[in-house]
Nanobody, 122 residues
Framework: QVQLVESGGGLVQAGDSLRLSCAAS????????VTWFRQAPDKEREFVAA????????NYADSVKGRFTASRDNAKKTVDLQMNSLKPEDTAVYSC???????????????WGPGTQVTVAS
């Protein structure tokens, strides 16, 4: 079992950077793929980025590739999402999820954080 809590959201201007963090509890954290999803108002939840259990493999949505970077520290049980060159269309609630397979489908994940709001003003 793993429990997740996100932090680091806020209101920024277009072009700014923001760093989100996902803190986990649980003894088997390093065995989970951690994936970031986001959900904008009136839109479905969408995949943003995933990082493998050891942190040696990452996967990104095309919309954030080159701007966002996922990293993790298993000793601290944290996964970060560095977001650069933010755009108004990045505005959403960002949530981290832990799973075994690292798919892009929210329904495949059972462990979720409550989410953190990111708002990018133009």
């Amino acid at each position: 079992q793993v429990q997740l809590v996100e932090s680091g959201g806020g209101l920024v201007q277009a072009g700014d950077s923001l760093r989100l963090s996902c803190a986990a509890s649980g003894r088997t954290f390093s065995s989970y793929v951690v994936t970031w999803f986001r959900q904008a108002p009136d839109k479905e939840r969408e995949f943003v980025a995933a990082i493998s259990g050891r942190g040696d493999a990452t996967n990104y949505a095309d919309s954030v590739k080159g701007r966002f970077t996922a990293s993790r520290d298993n000793a601290k049980k944290t996964v970060d999402l560095q977001m650069n060159s933010l755009k108004p269309e990045d505005t959403a609630v960002y949530s981290c999820a832990a799973g075994r397979s690292g798919t892009r489908f929210p329904a495949d994940y059972y462990h979720w954080g409550p989410g953190t709001q990111v708002t990018v003003a133009s």
